[in-house]
């Protein structure tokens, strides 16, 4: 069954007389355990498409389902308590907070659900360690490096134990060795956590860690490339840039 399913979603923008057809009629699903990439050229629709199956915008039209409940067909109140309990997100730009510590950034989403941190600390822990940052727990953002921030970003995007985790170019501002850390981070949350993942990035490399590419242009999914390795594999790297060629992306 699919964790997530968008049908015949289209998203309109009006600005003043002239419409922006955003996305026509996607159609677009994602197992449960599934790591996605989302590629295609700047103004294709991806982090369009991210923000609907998020909740974090409405469809024009269409119908987008999370964990079998219909999202696009909410009111606010209830798309906000399915985003913040359901949902995770991990941006380029990290969006930490600046003021709190590693471990109370990883503890934020807990604490807007209204839940009891003093329970919930071994479970912060345990995240901040997987991370790869036990030993950075009282350190503010600006006492990490841009690898680091993100890793925590990671942590507070599964703190909740999300159906989805969506991540709009999570390593756009990182150098390469950080960015292969946050993508083996991510492909480990999937295969060992049985978390699911969709990812908008720009960069072949960092889609081949996914297990399927979904090319976007012009608002509609083009094609679907399933990915044989998942670990920045040099075959899978070359298949992906063989389809951008053909396709011009
Ligand atoms: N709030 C908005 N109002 C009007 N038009 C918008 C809005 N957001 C996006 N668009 C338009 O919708 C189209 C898709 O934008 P989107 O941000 O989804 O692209 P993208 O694929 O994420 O691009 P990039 O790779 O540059 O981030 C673009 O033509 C964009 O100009
Ligand atoms: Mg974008």
New binding site residues.
Partial sequence: MSVLEAKMVTKQ?Q?GEVT?Q?LAEVDFAVAKGDFVAVM??????????LHLLGGLDEPTSGEITLAGRPISRLSDDEVTIVRRRKVGFIFQFFNLVPTLSAAENVALPLLIDGRNIKEEQQKIINLLEMVGLGERADHKPDQLSGGQQQRVAIARAFVNDPEIVLADEPTGNLDSKSGTAVLNLLRQFCRELQQTIVM?T?DPRAASFANKVVF?KD?NIIQELPIAHNDGHEEDIRAIMRVMRELEL
């Fill in positions: 923008y600005m922006v955003a295609g050229p700047s103004g294709s629709g991806k982090s369009t498409l908008v720009h976007l608002g």
